[in-house]
DNA sequence: CTGAAAGCGCTTACAG
DNA sequence: CTGAAAGCGCTTACAG
């Protein structure tokens, strides 16, 4: 006997129940699929992910039997929306390609899934332009924090992310009005502290080979600022687009020789074209660093053994993505307040003669 | 008057209305929201975001602007619920740090974001251990595509992909039961391609420095089994755990000559170990290629300069990624088959003297 | 071209 | 320690 009707029609029924509908999720074990084989109720299921802590050891063991045997997984769309908790943090990274900030990115991850976070990666291209769409895009997953590269931000994103209210670090950079927490450094700094050993080393003839980017142009000015104090106010440069390029270096230090034969230091960064400009100068027969002293951003690894007169800049990729978990982490706990967190550089001569 | 109760008590009221419950995302804008503002039902303002062609431009664009006006960000946990459209899609590589993938991460990003898809990453760490436990994370997303590195995965994981019967796609390796789609390439022949090249170079002694991930004993199987082939059995080989690096390229080095002092060509993959062998080789005052021939494997870059004898072998990391992800965008689409795409690969000799 | 009603699969805030 | 009801913010499948 199908389509039985309620009996009930004494009490009022104003409104014909429409055809069913078929939508959404409809395959796949629910919830309500798990509480029925483990004759509980779907919130004791739902407890037993959230709060297991207060579910009956009995209890517990027979639901994550039948979780087991259905091969069930809870929907966090339905769980993220119920509960106004997405368990995502959103990581914006210039760019997934061979970068600086994966060492970054890697123990973020994984310390934030530790915490039970997923991490949701928005890459940024480098680009201002279609920031504002890409964060449309972020925030339409309600991420409950958000792990920025750099300080440098449209003002639109500054403000909508201020809106939004949820947690911010920015990171790999340093700033005076920070959205809201940061871990990071000075880049200005660094140019600074270049500029410095080159100085004290003798160079009176600086140039500079770099990328056009946010960080790297505040290098350029710590550096430029600093020879200017020491009376040095002119200093070739050749800025790349990125990505940046062992070619581009090499094609860098043949612009500044052909401009400034009597060039005795190159501040590169990042270090793929200091490694360029070391193998130029290789070529050309100019001894790196007696002739030229060259100072890279970025410690490569192989940097050390492929040129090893090579000055460069270390900074703890790792440290920083950690550093911004427990930033996040401590916050979404409830604890940890708006602070800023300076993890220095590191100037690395390795065998210089 | 506050509290005002409905008159209509004439008509049963069987169960009081509870108190009001504060929960979910109460604070934000909501679809309804912009509706009231633009005079409009949520469908429309719906409609405007997922099929703007079928509502009429005047109504289109008084919806965008109170859209604009009230920052309203489409909530995706309650679309993709409501829809079963999570407009995600899973990445599983095994790290961030410093990879081979990234490019392939990087292009397969950039081409599904402009297809409407986010990319979730999975980062699995090289080990099948926790691949299980990332596959619920990944999986409590509902993502619509999966992409995988790699095709030795646990049992368990293949089922687990089948059954939930969103499309696959494994990349970076080749095999004969890809579980739906792949685009990669064989390391097996990769490893005897190298050994035919050493062969024909009059390489008698070979060894192998090499990670000890899956797809590195592929190539290496391929490496050795050709040297079986040809009549060379024993190869003296140092396989080293992840992550590479040219320290323990230089060790390996270290190693093989101490244990093999005749030895006359080394397969090192990947790169980073082959720019290890060749420093260390060039320390000891054994000539590349002349004494000892060394081929690498994944094309780095600044290895063209670091080690111009080094014969490597390039894969396209970029086409995989790009082609990845139109297979899964044709599949989302309704066209596209399973199918199995060899990208191939080269063996690249630059400057061998 | 537009809208009223129902439902996607969870969790909250109670009450017991 | 456990559960019944309501609701999170969307979209589907209609109907007009």
Same mark, same amino acid.
């Given at each position: 006997? $199908? ?15 429409? +055809? ?24 004791? #299921? ?5 709060? $297991? ?17 259905? *091969? ?43 915490? =039970? ?27 409950? *924090? ?24 920015? %990171? ?5 009005? $920070?959205?809201?927490?940061?871990? *990071? ?45 020491? =009376? ?28 400034? $034969? ?11 074209? +200091? ?20 100072? =890279? ?13 090579? %000055?460069? #800049? ?37 065998? %210089?003669?």
């Amino acid at each position: 006997m $199908p389509n039985e009707k309620p009996t009930s029609e004494l009490i009022a029924a104003p409104v014909p129940a429409p +055809a069913r509908r078929s939508r959404g999720a409809k395959k796949g074990i629910r919830i309500t699929d798990v509480a029925a084989s483990a004759g509980v109720s779907p919130i004791t #299921v739902s407890r037993v992910f959230n709060a $297991p802590e207060t579910v009956a050891p009995e209890t517990l063991s027979r639901v994550r039997q039948a979780v087991a045997q259905l *091969g069930y997984v809870p929907n966090r769309l339905a769980g993220g929306l119920s509960s106004a908790k997405s368990r995502l943090i959103a990581a914006i990274v210039p760019t997934a390609a061979h970068s600086l900030f994966s060492d970054t990115v890697q123990v973020f991850s994984d310390t934030m899934s530790r915490a =039970g976070y997923q991490v949701l990666l928005g890459l940024s291209g480098y680009s201002d332009e279609d920031e504002d769409q890409l964060l449309d895009a972020v925030l339409s997953r309600r991420p409950e *924090g958000v792990l920025l590269t750099g300080v440098a931000h449209a003002a639109s994103l500054r403000e909508r992310l201020l809106k939004v209210g949820i947690p911010i670090v920015e %990171t790999w950079d340093m700033t005076d009005e $920070p959205i809201d927490m940061l871990v *990071g450094f000075s880049h200005y700094r660094i140019g600074a502290a270049v500029a410095e050993r080159l100085l004290a080393r003798g160079a009176r003839h600086p140039a500079l080979v770099s990328a056009n980017d946010d960080r790297a142009l505040a290098r350029r000015r710590g550096f430029v600022d600093t020879f200017a104090a020491h =009376g040095v106010q002119d200093i070739a440069e050749v800025l790349v687009p990125p990505p940046s390029s062992v070619a581009l270096g090499r094609d860098g230090l043949q612009r500044i020789v052909a401009e400034r $034969p009597d060039t005795d230091a190159v501040f590169c960064s990042p270090d793929l074209l +200091a490694l360029g400009v070391v193998s130029q100068a290789r070529k050309l027969g100019v001894a790196v660093p007696g002739r030229i002293a060259v100072c =890279g951003f970025g410690d490569l690894e192989f940097a050390a053994d492929t040129a090893p007169a090579l %000055t460069t #800049v270390r900074v703890d990729g790792k440290r920083i993505g950690v550093t911004a978990a427990r930033c996040l982490i401590d916050r979404l706990a409830g604890a940890g307040e708006k602070k800023v967190i300076d993890v220095g550089f590191e100037l690395v001569e390795r065998e %210089t003669t």
